[in-house]
């Protein structure tokens, strides 16, 4: 008969799989520090030899690192996604730049349209309360906050969509473009007009989240993209424009 006996599972293993299903599902983030052992032993309810052997299994799975001095961090698990050489040439070609968005706005019309349908109440809550704080950070004119913002309203948009493979993909997208590797988003957000339209795109996405209408999140985040798109292309345009012009400029006062 195909029955084997039940044993109770170890503490320290309960502990292991509790923290690899938080890492999974995006909940704690690569960098982010783990509590103070005691804190952290009280809060799952174990001893903390338990709580030491499921920290050290962890580290063996490459999922946690120790810093000395400073505590447990979860590891950069997505800091190999991409070579350094790759890296490099993404950001010295516009060509990768395009292709990013066009990547993003399949990736992310995708997570928004199943936001709309699979989100709970409490993830759509999570973005709307980004969506208040982007607000509240345009009518201070604080382009920086807004920029980083920006990049949590959409990562909150693919939480919330539930594939784990889909977040953590994006996340490794997204740790490129807040290094500047394929452009400034703080220039996106320093024109008054196109703050403006930005934050008006996102509310329109948001309100197609709160209604939990599919098509229109999708159709609302592919417009937003396609914005940014049309932005980034005028602006190269007018950067060329005045490499000439500066040129021109020094050839006169050459004379």
């Known amino acids: ?56 299994e962890l580290q063996n799975k490459g999922l946690l690192t120790s810093k000395a001095g400073s505590g447990i961090y979860v590891a950069d698990v997505l800091g190999n996604a991409f070579s350094d050489a790759l890296i490099g040439l993404f950001a010295s070609h516009d060509e990768a730049v395009f292709d990013y968005i066009a990547f993003r706005r399949d990736m992310e019309g995708l997570a928004a349209e199943r936001a709309a349908r699979l989100a709970s109440d409490t993830d759509l809550k999570v973005i709307d309360a980004i969506h208040t704080k982007m607000e509240k950070a345009h009518a201070s004119s604080d382009p920086e906050t807004e920029a980083q913002l920006d990049a949590d309203f959409h990562m909150a948009i693919l939480e919330a969509s539930h594939n784990v493979i889909m977040l953590h993909m994006m996340r490794s997208m997204f740790q490129l473009l807040q290094g500047g590797v394929f452009y400034n988003r703080k220039i996106m957000f320093q024109q008054g007009n196109r703050r403006k339209t930005l934050l008006d795109q996102h509310s329109e996405i948001n309100a197609a989240l709160l209604s939990r209408d599919p098509g229109k999140a999708r159709e609302a985040v592919i417009a937003h993209l396609n914005y940014v798109e049309t932005c980034l292309a005028n602006q190269r345009k007018s950067d060329a424009n005045e490499a000439i012009a500066q040129q021109r400029l020094e050839h006169e006062q050459s004379k």
């Not at 052992?37 to 709580?51: T, Y």
């Open 1 to 56: 008969m195909p029955f084997k006996k039940v044993t109770p599972e170890k503490l320290s293993s309960a502990v292991t799989s509790q923290i690899e299903k938080l890492i999974l599902r995006g909940i704690l983030h690569p960098g982010e520090r783990l509590p103070a052992e005691r804190e952290l032993a009280e809060r799952l309810g174990v001893s903390r030899p338990s709580l030491r052997e499921a920290v050290s």
